[in-house]
């Protein structure tokens, strides 16, 4: 073989591998949206083509859950339920009427720690508006006596409430949205990317091109501008629910936006955040509210009686519980190594 017809061979070669490499690796995408009252980010890999097409169906079905779930918006689903003064409503698909099955579903497992019918009292306290204010002890008397989840009613394609009651899926919508469009991302051929609904739900899609986990910083809620924790996640969602979030604060005293449905007050139960870690963002939205609720001991015989899920307790004095199936997938972030954890088993 002559040296001019090697050159040629090893230059095809290269040009051959460079492409072929070119083929693999899947392009990087990353956009963000305010959808749902929070800022969301996207990080996609695959095709440019398939990435454009995510971008586009999860940018149109975000506002079109927005457009529904809406409490405050008059021509939503929610807002006509909330308004029907007891008439029937027609449920919009059968996606909606799944979300309303599940969410009365999950206020029945966590004993109605979960119940969507907080909303009266939400508003009370100003979380809708911004106007916040402390109701007086009467008034969250009447408000706590309102709020039952058992009393939706559900038949057919349509939902009723009785009169004075009010509906809200703020607790859910995140994780349920993170859910369908984690089944959207698959659809349209992307199979790595990480979906964050405002950190309070983060979807994993996959895996990192590479192969490995995707790593999850949780809010320290002491400094939630401070990661304390790193999880691991592949093909796994995961949801935190913190008084941090959303709170105001009145003669020295802090109310934040989780209430217990007994009381309609702010859930005090000694817990300052939940993390859970499932394969459902809906659960891990909708459980890890209704964990905050019911506070640490609780929560933790909830998870013993149904070990499914993975979750991390913070309490208010700082101390941290990991449940034992996160082990190899749980560490310290940097700046807090020296801080003790304890293993639930
Ligand atoms: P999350 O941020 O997911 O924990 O959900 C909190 C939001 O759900 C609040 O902003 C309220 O709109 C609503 N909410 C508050 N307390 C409850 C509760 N106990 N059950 C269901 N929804 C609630
Ligand atoms: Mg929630």
Redesign the pocket.
């Known amino acids: 073989m002559s040296k001019r017809t090697l050159a040629v061979l090893l230059t095809a070669a290269l040009c051959i591998s460079a492409l072929a490499g070119c083929e693999k690796r899947p392009e990087r995408m990353e956009f963000t949206t305010f959808a749902m009252d929070t800022v969301m980010n996207f990080t996609l890999y695959g095709s440019r083509k398939d990435c454009s097409t995510v971008q586009s169906v999860l940018t149109d079905r975000l506002a079109g859950y927005e457009d529904m779930l809406s409490v405050t918006k008059e021509d939503s689903f929610v807002y006509a339920v909330n308004h029907a003064n007891g008439e029937w409503v027609e449920i919009p698909d059968d996606d909606i009427l799944a979300l309303l099955y599940s969410v009365q579903g999950l206020g029945l497992v966590t004993g109605g720690?979960?119940?969507?019918t907080?909303?009266p009292a939400?508003k009370a306290w100003g979380?809708t508006s911004g106007e916040h204010r402390v109701p007086s002890d009467e008034e969250l008397e009447e408000l706590a006596e309102k709020i039952d989840y058992t009393a939706v009613k559900l038949d057919g394609n349509t939902v009723a409430l009785p009169q004075g009651m009010e509906i809200?899926l703020?607790?859910?919508a995140?994780g349920w949205a993170g859910d369908q469009m984690w089944k959207a991302v698959k659809e349209n051929g992307v199979s790595s990317a990480l979906l964050d609904l405002g950190q309070?739900t983060i979807v994993a899609v996959g895996t990192k091109p590479e192969g490995n986990p995707w790593r999850i910083g949780v809010v320290d809620p002491a400094q939630p501008g401070n990661y304390f924790a790193v999880v691991e996640l592949a093909d796994m969602a995961m949801?935190t629910?913190g008084g941090y979030?959303?709170y105001f604060e009145q003669d020295g005293e802090i109310y934040w936006?989780?209430?217990?449905?007994d009381t309609a007050a702010p859930?005090r139960s000694g817990l300052s955040s939940v993390t859970v870690i499932a394969p459902s963002a809906f659960f891990c939205?909708g459980l890890?509210?209704?964990l905050?609720?019911m506070g640490l001991e609780e929560g933790v015989q909830f998870w013993r009686n149904d070990p499914n899920f993975e979750a991390i307790f913070v309490t208010e004095e700082g101390k941290i519980y990991r449940t034992a199936g996160l082990e190899g997938r749980f560490s310290l972030a940097e700046g807090y190594t020296d801080r003790e954890v304890v293993v639930l088993k």
């Open positions: 720690a979960l119940d969507f907080a909303y939400v979380f809200d703020g607790a859910v995140k309070s949801g629910s979030q959303r936006h989780i209430l217990d449905p859930a939205d890890s509210t209704a905050f609720v």
